[in-house]
């Protein structure tokens, strides 16, 4: 069924109001964080300690300062929004996966004694399922999405490698592996192709 222009705005207008609520979320934690002393910074995740898997959902949705939360608000907004016009449905199921992948290689390979938290990995995971998502749909449209995607946000990538003292590269990592996962989980089905009338000559 062809989306229609009433359609299509009504999905750009509910996406966009689920990313501004999410963006706003993440200030409204960040300022509690910041006026109880940095209290919400223990629901981040520590390795491989079996009681800190309970913290893998909510650390994807604290931040350690107002600078952490700030780099990662434009681009989570811009990625969100592009996937969630493919509907909200998709999306959380999308989001949900890159959330519990990223925290469960955090929780796996980080190093002893630290606390990982931040919505950045996230943000690596719907830049790797936007990335792929087209060629396993085998959308056109959305191919030219990932390409203009890779173009603008291409550097992300190497965040994935350990450069940077501070800088969970593991949850960028696993968040960026989850994307393409969920791409892949998720992929829309092909609609079969109409039989074709063969003809002789």
Do not use: C, K
Not at 46 to 75: C, K, M, Q, T, Y
Request: charged fraction near 10%; proline fraction near 5%; charge should be neutral.
């Amino acid at each position: 069924m062809p989306v229609t222009r009433t359609s299509a705005t009504a999905r750009a207008v509910t996406a966009g109001v689920v990313m501004l609520a999410w963006i706003a979320l993440l200030w409204l934690l960040e300022g509690i964080d910041t006026a109880t002393g940095h209290s919400l910074d223990t629901y981040g995740v520590s390795p491989r300690d079996p009681a800190e898997l309970a913290d893998i959902v909510p650390s994807a949705f604290l931040h350690s300062g107002w600078e952490h939360v700030a780099s990662n608000s434009v681009p989570l907004l811009v990625l969100g929004f592009i996937a969630a016009l493919g509907g909200l449905g998709r999306f959380a199921a999308v989001v949900l996966v890159v959330i519990v992948t990223s925290g469960l290689g955090v929780w796996l390979t980080a190093p002893a004694n630290t606390v990982t938290l931040g919505a950045s990995g996230v943000v690596f995971g719907l830049f790797g399922y936007l990335l792929v998502r087209g060629f396993v749909d085998r959308r056109p449209l959305d191919v030219v999405i990932g390409v203009v995607i890779a173009a603008v946000y291409g550097s992300l990538l190497w965040g994935v490698l350990p450069t940077e003292s501070g800088i969970s590269w593991q949850g960028h990592l696993f968040g960026l592996i989850g994307g393409v996962v969920a791409a892949f989980a998720f992929r829309r089905p092909r609609r079969p192709r109409e039989p074709y009338d063969y003809v002789t000559v």
